[in-house]
Nanobody
Framework: QAQLVESGGGLVQTGGSLRLSCAAS????????WGWYRQAPGKERELVAS???????TYADSVKDRFTISSDTAKNTVDLQNNSLQPEDTAVYFC???????????????WGQGTQVTVSS
């Protein structure tokens, strides 16, 4: 079992920045992919950025060159630096981890409770 807790959300003006953090406790396996998702009112949850245990990061086209995901494997934390925020970035941001003990073992998937990011115009 793993538990994820997000922090760092808030209200910011257009063009501003926020840094979201996610701390994991419990059992964290060596093979994992961290992800930040977001869900705006009336919309489906979407993947914003992800980073693998090997350090490979991917981003949604809408946030490329504005958001940066980073992880600290020693501390079991993952951050999302959000720059040049726009009103359309307003959403609840969720931390996620997919993990497995080995390449052939089952995948375990965990979510945090979410943190609200509101960008005012």
């Amino acid at each position: 079992q793993a538990q994820l807790v997000e922090s760092g959300g808030g209200l910011v003006q257009t063009g501003g920045s926020l840094r979201l953090s996610c701390a994991a406790s419990g059992t964290i396996f060596p093979l994992n992919t961290w992800g930040w998702y977001r869900q705006a009112p009336g919309k489906e949850r979407e993947l914003v950025a992800s980073i693998s245990s090997g350090g490979s990061a991917t981003y949604a086209d809408s946030v490329k060159d504005r958001f940066t995901i980073s992880s600290d494997t020693a501390k079991n934390t993952v951050d999302l630096q959000n720059n040049s925020l726009q009103p359309e970035d307003t959403a609840v941001y969720f931390c996620n981890i997919n993990q497995r003990l080995s390449p052939i073992s089952r995948i375990y998937n965990y979510w945090g409770q979410g943190t609200q990011v509101t960008v005012s115009s």
